[in-house]
């Protein structure tokens, strides 16, 4: 979709999700968060609702970052940057500017060193010994833990598995949707299908749900949300009274990246394992050296028989 001169807040805004979603292969769920905090950055600088780029001065940039700063959490004032520096570089892209306004946006003060980012093997095996394995809540979020933390599925991917998603034969599991649009065959490691196995046999409530993971409370058999991945992480760090300054699965998949890395595994594997679409994600996700990646490229270890 090609834009010139003034156009309607709506008009750019859908000139630039096409952006996202032919140029860049930008999830759904992605594109709409990048959106929301582009429709405000354009909403203050246009209020009547047309919209010259030429217009879009460096001062606006760094206004509206700094405005968002005293009132919202770091992580969610660095998602606000990325949306509008995203946004500035498709402006470029359309040839509706020539500089580089994007570089206007402020890069955030670095987070606290002192607060896990990411888990070491040791601190895993804390987490999942906190687990309570009496119950059959306990036993759903062990499960959920260990697809996160092992196949570094997101939360939105766990509540999708169904029950014939599981090859037991194979030893594969099918992740019908991902970021880039695409599905993908992972291999079941024994940890987890053991666990999986022990939750459909003893934990799951009776139900004509196909999905695997569902509620044991409130609307028993129900399929779970994304809300209850997060909530059975954070459950499990606060027992096991760990500190960690990422929360839910993106903690358990920050570790999994971190992990990989240490036993060799190539930027590319990670990338195809987590469903980026683009490199340059999986290497801030991961927060990799590209460099010594070079020299490596061992492959994902498959699924024991």
Known sequence: MAIRGQLTLEEV??????????????YKGTRRNYAAYVRAFLEKIFPLGRVDAAE???????????????????????????SV????????AAGLREDRLEDAVPVLPHRPAELVRHLDPGHFEQLIASLDSSSPR????RAIILCV???GLRASEVVQLRLDDVDWRNATVRVRARKTGHGALLPLPVEVGAVLANYLRQGRPGTSAPQIFVLHWLRVGTPISSSVVGRAVDNALRRAA?????????????????????RGASLR???????????????IYAAVD????????????????
């Open 138 to 141: 306990g036993l759903r979020d």
């Open 13 to 26: 805004l859908a000139a630039f999700d096409e952006h996202l979603r032919r140029t860049r292969g930008v």
């Open 149 to 151: 933390a092992r196949l």
């Open 56 to 82: 879009i001065h460096p001062r606006d940039v760094l206004a509206f970052i700094s405005d968002l700063s005293p009132h919202y959490r770091p992580r969610t004032v660095e998602l606000a940057a990325s």
């Open 85 to 92: 520096r995203s946004f500035l570089r498709f402006l470029r």
């Open 290 to 305: 590209v460099a010594a990646l070079r020299e490596v490229a061992l492959p994902w270890p498959g699924a024991r028989s």
């Open 269 to 283: 594997e990670i990338a195809d394992l987590f469903g980026h679409s683009s490199l340059s994600t999986t290497r």
């Open 242 to 262: 760990i500190s960690a300054l990422i929360r839910g699965a993106n903690l358990l998949r920050h570790s999994l990246a971190t992990e990989l890395l240490d």
